[in-house]
């Protein structure tokens, strides 16, 4: 059985033409002519048989049967709009956003990146560097890497590395330091935001004569590691991002002691809705490439 129902254009005239009360200011919403907006709503009301509107000079008025069928209209436009999001997700079309820390998009994500561009070419790919994972923004990402212990209420976390703290320093400030008791005479580098820090590796290599909190403190590894890397100290490295400078030689381990962390990076997105449709396909791929690395 058919839906005993006007056109959908005519209704979006109508709806358009009562929130505006001008025929013209609706023909600008809807990319139409003033003219085909008048005219759709009058096939509407020769439809339903009522005027919808009174007519002015300058302006329009809702008529009562007007006044009265708007809020079933909007009603009815509201729960299509939510159905279409529901079933087929939002942004369809648009690029897929992936926030991740500074340090880690560049000291992890860079070096892979362009594997996952040559596989899916087809995808485009928007990577936003955060400093402060702040779970309150306004900007919607499709995918977010942070940094925690894994517990976000309403949100999938799948984890994407398993962190070792370890002192990094350049090559001249590694051979005078023969010792972790060494560090005292050297400027601790700090990293802001992690729990875990100087204070849990000092305490696992049994130094307790050292100032945990003294030295420099850096909103981003980056910076750390770049200051260490000049000699301004000895930074405490994330085994995910310290990798690379490892390989460049620019930093090194002076101790052996790795010390195991709980907190980690993880990848999140919604429990619930369909999401960017490509944010299944750059996820799996990025848990291929954490697998491949742990293996």
């Known amino acids: 059985m058919g839906h005993q129902m006007p056109p959908l254009p005519w209704l979006r005239a109508f709806e358009a033409s009562a929130r505006h009360l001008s025929f013209t200011n609706a023909a600008t919403e809807l990319h139409l002519t003033q003219a085909a907006i008048s005219k759709q709503v009058k096939l509407l009301e020769h439809y339903l048989r009522e005027p919808l509107f009174e007519r002015l000079p300058r302006s329009l008025i809702l008529t009562k049967a007007g006044a009265a069928y708007l809020p079933k209209v909007n009603d009815a436009f509201e729960r299509l709009s939510a159905g279409t999001l529901e079933v087929f997700g939002g942004r369809r079309k648009g690029i897929l956003t992936v926030r991740a820390p500074i340090g880690w998009a560049v000291n992890w994500i ?48 799948d984890r994407v590395s398993w962190e070792s703290l370890e002192p990094l320093c350049a090559p001249e400030i590694a051979k005078r330091l023969h010792s972790p008791e060494d560090l005292e005479a050297e400027r ?3 990293v802001l935001g992690y729990q875990e820090g100087w204070a849990t590796w000092l305490a696992a290599a049994g130094v307790t004569r050292i100032n945990a909190g003294s030295g420099a403190h850096f909103d981003s590894s980056l910076m750390a590691y770049e200051v260490a890397a000049h000699g301004g100290g000895v930074a405490l490295g994330r085994t995910s991002m310290s990798a690379t400078e490892l390989r460049s030689g620019r930093l090194v381990r002076p101790f052996t002691l790795s010390v195991p962390v709980e907190e980690s990076f993880y990848i999140l997105t919604p429990d619930e809705g369909l999401g960017h449709p490509d944010a299944t396909p750059f996820r799996d791929w990025l848990l291929a490439e954490v697998a491949k690395g742990q293996a």
């Open 110 to 157: 860079a070096e892979r990146l362009p594997a996952f561009m040559d596989h899916c070419p087809q995808i485009p790919v928007r990577i936003v560097s955060s400093v402060w994972s702040e779970e309150a923004e306004t900007e919607r990402y499709d995918l977010d890497i942070r940094y925690g212990t894994g517990k976000w209420p309403g949100i999938r976390a």
């Open 188 to 190: 601790l580098l700090h």
